[in-house]
């Protein structure tokens, strides 16, 4: 490719446009909800209400399973930028769209500029990337920290001199991704072994992992946390790890499959023959690129040294990781001391894994000095170092490594789920597109390139038939809203998935119930209720006792969504004399 830097910019044009053209298309889902600044209705919301720092905190440890970093990075953006379904999904897409040019400097950075711009054309097109991309949720924003982590490691390496400053950036990036997504934990451990493995054989345990241990120090308090939020409700998530290969190979999930989301219809591209043929033929053509990629990565993987360290700095970061060990237990300690504030209903059996936990952190930093003091004694390193050598066989290391700890954990507990797998999906196409430029045979090239082209025109067509929700709640609030009296009451239960129809009827606007239904109706004797139910087609029992006396007048129904007219019998007799 002669111009590599004219094509991504094109392919960035394309990616932004595909990112941003239809932001708002899609209604409000319940795992965008989460963002904090959306008003929602006291008591009766789950989640609750998010508008200070201190109830993202707590509401994030309480009822979720990820990391605060992504709703605290948010929090000012909602404040100035408000909380419209564009400027909530905004910050995914201009990330997202970030993620190009970011995939191709890392190829440059190897040497490969023309494997990093095909691998940049190939993610500016996946209908997967696109579609996450316009979710407010962390899966953009952590792939875009990996990205950004990998390009700095990378220049950090490259030249044998100090660069305190690249260092700390990259400290933070790395602390940033493990505040943002679980699954982030697999990048900053591919890094650490890369470097390790480089670094082994030096008399000197190297500056770079250095900083490394220094970021796993300071980010293990979130393991503690995790292990407390392991108790929360989450989703269905799975340990079907040969579908997930699958899925993976196929460049990167490129087409949608029953575990990527909800369709309004079946799952696009299956039932007929020849679209399993199709999807056979990409994952094929994907796993044989993957293949040939990684081959040529690890055998051509020399590049430059990594930058070894300073003897006169070896007390200073002893002292750095005994400090951040302390601190992390502090840490841990604080959010125990939180936890003993809870009602014993409220506090998950959970926290004996964070309290067992404790002293994880200054274990990590005892692990750190160790190291650092054994490293010149360490054994002279054989054969396997060739795996480790040089800056390719990083992005070979980060396409296998993260998906398989991942894989391992999975056994234990479900945990693969493909949203999350999008800060590794960059790695897998980067590798592919290493592979495609290295084959020899035009017919081959010819074939591959054929392939990837249907597979990412059906990508986009598939992806942009997806929904996070089963039920459309814009399209059934806006038929609800249609016909609600400003006096009228809203009964609604508290559950995860009503909470996305307080983002269309407001709390400020409509007068919800939640909660204590038969006094409601019995302080507003004349007044009409509306029972609004998702996901359930009869009205529930604690509703149910609250409408005696109450006949439906009027019904709403769309897919996964109802809403019943009650209005007061004796009023509605009363009318009708009136009438005759």
């Not at 990048?187 to 480089?198: F, Q």
């Not at 196929?250 to 199709?278: K, N, Q, Y």
């Not at 040294?305 to 841990?332: D, H, Q």
């Not at 296998?400 to 797998?421: H, I, K």
Request: proline share 6%.
């Amino acid at each position: 490719m002669k111009y590599p830097v004219v094509f991504v910019a094109i392919v960035v044009l394309l990616g932004a446009g595909l990112r941003l053209s239809t932001l708002d298309k899609r209604s409000i889902t319940h795992p965008e909800m989460y963002v904090p600044g959306i008003r929602l209705p006291a008591a009766i919301s789950e989640p609750a209400e998010r508008l200070t720092i201190t109830s993202i905190l707590t509401g994030t440890f309480s009822s979720d399973t990820h990391p605060p970093g992504y709703y605290l990075a948010m929090f000012p953006w909602t404040r100035i930028a408000g909380t419209s379904l564009q400027a909530i999904r905004l910050p995914s897409a201009l990330l997202g769209i970030a993620c190009i040019p970011l995939l191709y400097a890392v190829g440059a950075l190897i040497g490969r500029p023309g494997a990093g711009a095909a691998a940049a054309a190939m993610l500016a097109l996946s209908g997967y990337h696109v579609f996450w991309s316009q979710v407010a949720r962390m899966f953009a924003l952590s792939c875009f920290l990996g990205l950004c982590a990998t390009v700095l490691l990378l220049w950090i390496v490259r030249f044998n001199k100090p660069r305190p400053l690249a260092t700390a950036v990259y400290v933070a990036v790395l602390l940033a991704g493990v505040t943002t997504h679980v699954f982030f934990w697999g990048i900053l451990a591919t890094h650490l072994i890369w470097a390790l493995g480089n670094g082994w054989g030096l008399k000197r345990l190297p500056v770079i992992c250095r900083a490394q241990l220094l970021a796993l120090i300071l980010g293990s308090p979130l393991i503690a946390f995790a292990g407390y939020q392991s108790g929360n409700v989450v989703a269905d998530l799975s340990r079907d790890v040969p579908s997930f290969v699958a899925d993976l190979v196929s460049f990167g999930f490129v087409l949608p499959a029953e575990r990527s989301g909800f369709f309004p219809d079946a799952v696009p591209f299956t039932g007929a023959w020849a679209w399993w043929v199709l999807r056979a033929a990409v994952a094929l053509t994907g796993a044989a690129l993957l293949i040939v990629g990684l081959g040529r990565l690890w055998r051509e993987g020399s590049g430059k040294a990594v930058l070894v360290g300073s003897s006169n700095a070896r007390m200073t970061w002893r002292i750095a990781w005994i400090v951040a060990g302390i601190f992390g237990s502090l840490a841990i300690m604080g959010f125990l001391a939180m936890s003993l504030r809870l009602p014993a209903d409220q506090l998950h059996p959970t926290i004996r894994i964070t309290k067992a936990l404790l002293p994880l952190p200054v274990l990590v930093a005892l692990f750190a000095v160790v190291l650092d003091a054994l490293w010149v004694r360490l054994p002279a390193a054989g054969n396997w170092r060739r795996a480790f050598a040089g800056e390719q066989p990083l992005i070979a290391l980060l396409a296998v490594v993260p998906f398989t700890l991942l894989s391992l954990l999975a056994l234990v507990r479900p945990v693969l789920n493909q949203r999350g797998l999008m800060v590794v999906a960059p790695y897998v196409l980067l590798v592919m597109a290493a592979g495609l430029v290295s084959l020899r045979s035009k017919l081959w090239i010819a074939a591959s390139c054929a392939v990837a082209s249907i597979a990412f025109a059906s990508g986009i067509v598939g992806y942009g038939r997806m929904t996070v929700d089963p039920a459309d709640y814009r399209q059934f609030a806006s038929a609800v809203k249609a016909e609600i009296h400003s006096q009228d009451l809203v009964f609604v239960r508290k559950a995860w998935y009503e909470t996305p129809i307080f983002y269309y009827l407001t709390p400020d606007r409509y007068r919800l119930i939640g909660r204590n239904f038969t006094q409601a109706a019995g302080e507003n004797p004349e007044a009409r209720i509306w029972a609004v139910l998702l996901y359930e087609d009869q009205t529930p029992d604690e509703m149910r006792a609250a409408l005696r006396g109450y006949r439906i007048t009027r019904t709403i129904t769309m897919p996964h969504a109802h809403a019943f007219l009650f209005e007061p019998a004796a009023i509605q007799s009363l009318t009708a004399g009136v009438s005759r």
